[in-house]
């Protein structure tokens, strides 16, 4: 029996104490006044003190009087006096909101402390909580309210205060998990920024202030163009014999460039100003250890490293084309595969094109950009976020000035890898798909129906979305 020889004297001093309904009632009280022993273990040295001739009070008894002087609430003071052994048997007074807040602190409806948490943030010696607790036949099974307050306050008040209660703890465990998806969105940067980010800072090369090598067009068409790349994945790798075409590096570079000049060449003139989305899963992954942002384990067609900095390049190489036809806006869309590595995409841009008069890169990490152009609101985010329907009253809340100014308002957003346009609440939604390839998991889950290729959106000053170009990926 060990330590617990001394069991037997903890039944001897509580067996009269108080009322028990039958043996499991009175082993879990011994339980909560002792629990390195077991609920069975105390179970079963009751039975045999029984056997041996002992009785405990059972329910129905009349109580001692020495039980109705343990606790005592001074109504007109609001406290509570208590009888403690670990005091010598002294009364020590406790405020009556202490009190309540302690035993709604010790509920499980309220926090749940444990008798050692509730001695920390009371700063009271565990000793004595433990006896207070037992001795106000406290447990974490009981409700929030003490005696006085359920005989004193309206059905209506116990209520609220319930719900009170439980807001406060769904909002304490948000504001937790919030705080540890903060932690760990700063920890995988700190990471990322350590292993790949300094590597190519030094690498970004100086570029003109102007080019000079405008493509021949017909001149200025009064309206903008909307090219976005969204979804490119850069850095995916899927194998043909497995996924039922081939993806890697120069597959993605292949289809970028091809598709891109193939809407250039249909371009109706020069527009005023071509505006690219940047990010918006561009990367595949987001971190050196080959994972999305989240964590999840990618197929790769090359390092970390080499997909950060070739991306990086491709980015560049692609507003160049671009920066041939119009003056260019970049805007950025973080997506949910690289949302780290898109920052440095855009701050790799914006040093890039520091000096440029021709190119805007929109620096913001906000996860939704606006763009004002003529008669027409556009807005771009990833997709992954808010629903495409939720979209339009995000909008009118986020920017009601410039709603109300403009007559048209377009979403532009991927993620989901196929084209869809919507219209609701006076905006039209505008779901692009994506040039990139398959992978295992796209090819195990039968997600190949939709057409990769790449969109161009022909946005009149006036009238707002006028054409719409798309150019699919050709596979020989």
């Known amino acids: 029996m060990g330590r617990y020889q001394g069991g037997y004297d903890l039944i001897e001093k509580y067996a009269n104490d108080r009322t028990f309904r039958n043996n499991s009632d009175f082993a879990r009280f011994l339980h909560e006044v002792e629990p390195q022993c077991s609920i069975n273990s105390w179970r079963c040295r ?23 002087i343990r606790v005592y609430y001074d109504k007109a003071n609001d406290t509570y006096l208590t009888v403690l052994d670990a005091l010598g048997g002294e009364m020590v007074a406790i ?12 509920s499980d409806d309220g926090n749940g402390l444990s008798a050692t948490d509730l001695a920390r943030k009371y700063g009271i010696p565990t000793g004595w909580i433990k006896e207070y607790i037992r001795v106000n036949e406290w447990n974490h ?5 003490t005696d006085e307050e359920v005989m004193t306050k309206t059905t209506d008040d116990l209520v609220n205060e319930t719900l009170a209660v439980r807001r406060m703890q769904v909002a304490e465990k948000v504001e937790s998990k919030r705080w540890a998806e903060i932690e760990k969105d700063a920890n995988a940067y700190r990471a990322f920024s350590d292993t790949i980010l300094n590597e190519f800072l030094t690498l970004i090369p100086k570029v003109k202030t102007t080019t000079k090598n ?5 001149e200025n068409g009064n ?3 909307v090219i976005s790349p969204t979804d490119l994945h850069y850095g995916k790798y899927g194998w043909k014999d497995e996924v039922g075409e081939e993806y890697d590096l120069d597959e993605a570079r292949s289809r970028l460039i091809d598709r891109t000049n193939n809407l250039i060449s249909r371009l109706p003139s ?4 071509v505006i690219v989305t940047a990010g918006s899963d561009w990367f595949h992954i987001d971190n050196d250890a080959g994972t999305t942002t989240r964590g999840t384990p990618q197929d ?7 997909i950060l900095m070739g991306g990086c390049e491709l980015a560049r190489e692609h507003i160049e084309m671009l920066r041939a036809v119009s003056p260019v806006q970049v805007v950025f869309m973080c997506g949910n595969h690289d949302r780290h590595s898109n920052f440095a995409l855009m701050m790799y841009l914006s040093a890039l094109y520091e000096n440029a008069d021709d190119v805007e890169v929109i620096v913001s990490p906000y996860p939704r950009q606006y763009i004002k152009y003529g008669n027409s609101l556009l807005g771009f985010t990833h997709g992954d976020g808010v629903r495409g329907n939720d979209l339009p009253a995000l909008m009118a809340t986020e920017e009601r000035q410039a709603w109300g100014e403009r007559e048209h308002h377009y979403w532009f957003h991927g993620h989901l890898h196929h084209m869809r346009l919507t ?4 905006c039209t939604v505008i779901q692009l798909p994506s040039l990139a390839g398959h992978d295992r998991y796209h090819a195990r889950k039968g997600y190949v129906l939709a057409r990769a290729g790449i969109c161009a959106h022909i946005v009149d000053k006036e009238l707002g979305l006028v054409g719409n170009l798309f150019s699919p990926v050709v596979h020989e």
């Open 46 to 68: 009751i039975q045999r003190w029984v056997k041996q001739g002992n009785d405990y009070r059972e329910a129905g008894t009349p109580e001692l009087s020495v039980n109705k």
């Open 95 to 106: 405020d009556g909101e202490k009190h309540r807040n302690m035993k709604k602190d010790y």
């Open 141 to 145: 099974g009981m409700d929030i309210f």
């Open 214 to 218: 405008r493509i021949k067009m017909t």
């Open 223 to 225: 309206y903008a163009v």
């Open 270 to 273: 020069r527009p005023d100003k």
């Open 300 to 306: 790769m067609a090359a390092t970390p490293a080499q």
């Open 423 to 426: 219209e609701k609440a006076g």
